[in-house]
């Protein structure tokens, strides 16, 4: 796996995050709600189970913001890149087109897998060192909480990323 590149497009400055408290790298604290009814409802392999450590990471240069995110021990990760308030693309599997916007100091993410016929609607909300994220499939709703990992964290987590 490559290691986080320290370039400045990438290192998040306190300026950055103070501004948009949800950017920064985070790593799961070992707390989810109604985590595996979420998984069922997108049909989800058990890499994505509740037990693995996922890892976030957030960050922007200029216009572009940039959304990493991973499963340790599943040794997988995806990224993607958006502008708020424009459709973005993915395909991970399934075509799925979200638009990420900004409210009230949180990311909101919100998307459909039209081949599933699934609406999705995420909210990354930090307060502090904390990221709770909420996802909502269709009428499923489940949250996962995060904590912010310095540039000091455990060097797996990093260099994952």
């Known amino acids: 796996m490559a ?22 790298m985070w790593v799961s604290a070992g707390k989810k709600e109604n985590w595996p009814a979420v998984m069922e409802a997108l049909g989800l392999p058990e890499m994505y189970s ?28 995806h990224s993607v890149t958006f502008k708020l308030g424009t459709p973005t693309e993915l395909n991970h599997g399934n075509k799925i087109v979200i638009t990420y916007t900004e409210e ?15 609406i999705l609607h995420n909210v ?3 307060q502090g060192d904390v990221l709770i994220k909420t996802y909502r499939v269709g009428n499923v709703v489940a949250k996962s ?4 990992l310095s540039s ?5 987590i990093l260099s994952f990323l």
């Not at 990438?10 to 300026?15: K, M």
């Not at 000091?152 to 797996?156: E, F, Q, V």
Request: hydrophobic residues 40%; aromatic residues 12%; proline residues 4%.
């Open 104 to 118: 009230d100091g949180k990311l909101i993410a919100d998307g459909v897998i039209a081949a599933k016929n699934l």
């Open 152 to 156: 000091t964290a455990d060097s797996n």
């Open 124 to 126: 990354f909300a930090a």
């Open 50 to 77: 509740e037990k693995n450590t996922f890892v976030l990471k957030l960050w922007c240069d200029g216009e572009d913001f940039h959304y990493d995110a991973g499963i340790l021990e599943a040794k997988f990760k």
């Open 3 to 24: 290691a986080i590149d320290p370039t400045p497009a990438t290192v998040l400055s306190v300026q950055q995050e103070n501004c948009r408290p949800w950017l920064g």
């Open 145 to 148: 909480w995060y904590r912010r």
